[in-house]
């Protein structure tokens, strides 16, 4: 059974930073691409960033490349999202996830940016 723990969401003014964090078990967490996703309410989810098994591959949405940054700790089983220079329109619930693992969302966690 899988089990997530995803924190590290909140407030924030434009520009600042924030890091988000999903600890797993259950799963071979080393054995798979990690995501993280994000939505707004009326829309559909949307990928922000992907890290392959060993960190040697990353993906990112145009809208947040070179602000954020997807990492991964393969002995903590986590995965992380490192978010600089935020925007407004960064607004959204963000979620980690495993493609491949079965029930591997997250719960969701908050970001909010407004001055």
């Known amino acids: 059974q899988v089990q997530v723990v995803e924190s590290g969401g909140g407030s924030v003014q434009p520009g600042g930073s924030l890091r988000l964090s999903c600890a797993y078990s259950g799963f071979t967490f080393s054995s798979y691409t990690m995501a993280w996703f994000r939505q707004v309410p009326g829309k559909e989810r949307e990928l922000v960033a992907q890290?392959?098994?060993?960190?040697?591959?990353?993906n990112y949405a145009d809208s947040v490349k070179g602000r954020f940054t997807i990492s991964r700790d393969n002995a903590k089983n986590t995965v992380y999202l490192q978010m600089n220079s935020l925007k407004p329109e960064d607004t959204a619930v963000y979620y980690c996830h495993a493609p491949g693992v079965f029930d591997s969302w997250g719960q969701g966690t908050q970001v909010t940016v407004s001055s």
């Open positions: 890290i392959s098994t060993t960190e040697e591959s990353t």
